[in-house]
């Protein structure tokens, strides 16, 4: 019971480690810099082709999604580096789901993008 209450932090320290994992992703993680750079990109280009506001919500959620996405991976990959650096089948899957997790909301998060920029760039260059 008292071992119980040691564990539970104030919601404040929860967000606190939840910007540590956020800035520590971000440092040392070239797929969620990757990630971060497109985003901005994306944005940007958000800005440049007024896309609408349902439009928008589409953008941020695949944005939000596949940063969480990349960074759930990243957490997956340094538990199974933590438990074994022999190779193991179970170790194996465990990484390649979590890629292929990655893999799916990335070709859902550039389908959307094509749905959206693609024909304002035709119109632009027609
Ligand atoms: N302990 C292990 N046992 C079996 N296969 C593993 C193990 N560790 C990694 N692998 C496999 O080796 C390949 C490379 O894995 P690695 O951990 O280097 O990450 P990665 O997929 O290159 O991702 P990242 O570039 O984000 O680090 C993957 O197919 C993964 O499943």
Redesign the pocket.
Known sequence: MAADKQRKHPLASSFKFGFEGIAAAAAKER?VQIHLAISVIVILSGFIFSINKYEWIAIILSIGGMVSMEMINTAI?RT?DMY??????L??QA??IA?GAVLVFAIASVMIGIIIFLPRIFAWFS
């Open positions: 797929n990959e199974v074994t650096k022999e190779y193991h089948p170790a194996k990484k390649d890629a």
